[in-house]
């Protein structure tokens, strides 16, 4: 039996004002990851890796049935992924990263403003519905990445430091069609503290 559930959000639904909405944050969070969370839910019943814990299925997705493996794909990424997007948020953010990913970050890309520019312009130039990335490759490397869909870097054996949802649920309510509006407001409630903490579990 399968019984994967809906996370809370870890602060209000209008904490990110005027960052992120309020009214988007309600409907991201309690119908579309709602949804994520069922449909996964529904995918796995009866099945032989029904007791699989979230991450498993998606790290392994070749190993999951096939019959339910692109159900698993979109569903289980779209529970994984929304579950880690809203601890990479917080009203409470510093301006820049901070300890050990500062200094990664700026040895990778050469400054953060660099590394915002890299990952606004790989953000922007995706197509359609999908995620903008900051990973760690198997060298324990910091590379930005792109994934359709609800794909996980985790499939491709990259490790999430931080995930930006580009689906337009994401921002259409308050920017439209103007999805460089959004991205510049993600960068005002980033929890680089918490990202910090996902760099370091990565590179140990
Ligand atoms: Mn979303």
Do not use: C
Not at 62 to 73: D, G, N
Not at 106 to 120: C, D, I, P, R, V
């Amino acid at each position: 039996m399968s019984n994967h559930q809906l996370p809370p959000l870890p602060y209000a639904y209008d904490a990110l004002e005027p960052y992120i909405d309020t009214q988007t944050m309600q409907i991201h969070h309690t119908k579309h990851h709602q949804a994520y969370v069922d449909n996964l839910n529904k995918a796995l019943t009866g099945s032989e890796v029904a007791s699989w814990p979230l991450e498993q299925l998606i790290r392994n997705l070749h190993q999951v049935p096939e019959a339910i493996r692109t159900q698993v794909r979109n569903h289980g990424g779209g529970h994984l992924n929304h579950s880690l997007f809203w601890n990479m948020l917080t009203p409470n953010a510093p301006a820049t990263p901070e300890g050990d990913l500062a200094q990664a970050i700026n040895a990778t890309f050469g400054s953060f403003e660099s590394f915002k520019e890299k990952f606004t312009a790989a953000s922007l130039a995706l197509f359609g519905s999908g995620w903008a990335w900051l990973v760690l490759n198997p060298s324990k490397s910091l590379e930005i990445s792109t994934t359709p869909n609800q794909d996980n870097p985790l499939t491709n054996n990259l490790t999430p430091i931080l995930g930006l949802d580009l689906w337009e649920h994401a921002y259409y309510l308050k920017h439209q069609n103007r999805r460089a509006d959004y991205i510049g407001a993600f960068f005002h409630v980033i929890n680089w503290g918490h990202v910090n903490q996902l760099f370091k579990q990565a590179l140990s």
